[in-house]
């Protein structure tokens, strides 16, 4: 009885640490090509906030893991799109990326605290035909500060 009780236990425990593992929405996605292409969008977040105007948004948040698509754009030509952005992370890290229609994903910019943990630029992405995206990624446990400007398509809050 003794040993039975030991074996559940131990099972339970286990149990307990894979969906610790499988939970975290950071770690899941931030390199799963796969899922950053993907449509949908999954994240947790604390103390955010975030505001929008015309066409930028910007945001800081303590802790964040996950994803949101921060802009859209659905056109039927190939069209130049200026946009600006800022990323700075003060803990864990993050990554701007573009995801083409084709899903094809390019990353824009990637912070990492401690290392490069603050960068801004100015670019023209070419929008191809169909549904083009800009993601926000966070690892796990990260704590960033953001901004992002673009002359066409659609721009949202993360969260928004």
Request: proline share 1%; aromatic share 6%; charged share 25%.
């Amino acid at each position: 009885m003794k040993r039975m009780w030991k074996i559940m236990t131990a099972a339970g425990l286990s149990v307990l640490l894979l969906s610790g593992c499988v939970m975290n929405t950071g770690a899941r996605v931030y390199d799963n090509e796969r899922a950053l292409a993907g449509d949908s969008n999954s994240y947790n977040l604390t103390n955010y906030s975030g505001s929008q105007s015309d066409q930028t948004v910007s945001g800081s948040a303590e802790k964040l893991e996950g994803m949101d698509t921060i802009w859209e754009f659905d056109t039927d030509e190939e069209k130049e799109v200026n946009i600006s952005y800022s990323l700075t992370v003060t803990a864990g890290k993050a990554k701007l990326i573009y995801v083409s229609p084709d899903r094809t994903v390019t990353t824009l910019t990637e912070c990492i605290a401690g290392e490069e943990n603050g960068k801004s630029a100015s670019e023209i992405i070419k929008a191809e035909t169909g549904e083009n995206r800009i993601r926000l990624v966070g690892a796990e446990g990260t704590s960033l500060e953001y901004e992002f400007t673009a002359d066409m398509g659609e721009v949202g809050t993360f969260g928004g």
